[in-house]
């Protein structure tokens, strides 16, 4: 069955440092989203990608954040100057417009910064 | 934005017992989805239920979306279908608002 992978599955960075979060989204999916889990929160929407641009995106998602595919299969977060804030599961997503707007996850990224 | 709440916040269960996790939402949605996060943190899809009632083994869901309501059912619930429970909805912007989700244990 066809799933969303992530790497890498934990991640430590120091404070300040810039990181950069890899998913491969389901092969014929279009839409692509990124989320984060703050330890004991709940999942909190970053931001969705659609044809090359973002589509929607939350005010968690500020200027250190920024989204890229780089290539026809991979789907990338860049946080340019991590705080220990940013300590958190992050989840890339993908959904097809044909089934509606159903999210599939990946296994998730574990960002540690110290 | 969408209010999503899900309750019991804990619920704590004996092998083999049934169960009902609430999620209530304060606007229309066209998608409502349940996942259980396992104890790794993996999110796994449950149910894609924006209405209607779908079924997949011991796990079963209703929404009715005119009442602003869905309902997880578990039954003869097992060791494994400890963790939590998130619902979550999205009003057509693509974008899923969870709830705080309902941590399940199940003791032997």
């Known amino acids: 069955e066809p799933e969303v992978t992530q790497t890498p599955s934990h991640q430590v960075t120091q404070m300040g440092q810039e990181v950069i979060l890899r998913c491969v989204p389901i092969s014929n999916h279009l839409y692509f989203y990124w989320y984060r889990q703050i330890l004991g929160q709940k999942v909190e929407f970053l931001v969705s990608?659609?044809?090359?641009?973002?589509?929607?995106k939350s005010e968690i998602f500020d200027d250190q954040f920024s989204v890229e595919r780089p290539d026809g299969s991979n789907f990338t977060l860049k946080i340019r100057s991590t705080k220990l804030e940013d300590s958190a599961m992050y989840f890339c997503a993908s959904s097809d417009w044909s089934s509606g707007t159903e999210a599939f996850f990946g296994q998730g990224t574990r960002l540690t910064v110290v | 934005g969408i209010q999503v709440e899900q309750s019991p916040p804990d619920l704590i269960l004996q092998e083999g017992a049934n169960s009902t996790l609430r999620c209530n939402f304060s606007d229309s949605v066209n998608n409502l989805q349940w996942f259980h996060q396992n104890p790794w943190g993996q999110l796994i899809n449950l149910f894609y239920?924006?209405?209607g009632t779908k079924q997949n083994g011991r796990l079963s869901a209703t929404t009715v979306a005119t009442e602003r309501y869905s309902l997880l059912y578990i039954s003869s619930s097992q060791t494994t279908d400890s963790g939590v429970y998130f619902c979550a909805v999205d009003t057509g912007r693509r974008a899923l608002t969870f709830g705080s989700g309902t941590r399940l244990q199940v003791q032997p």
């Open positions: 990608f659609y044809n090359n641009e973002i589509s929607e």
């Open positions: 239920i924006p209405s």
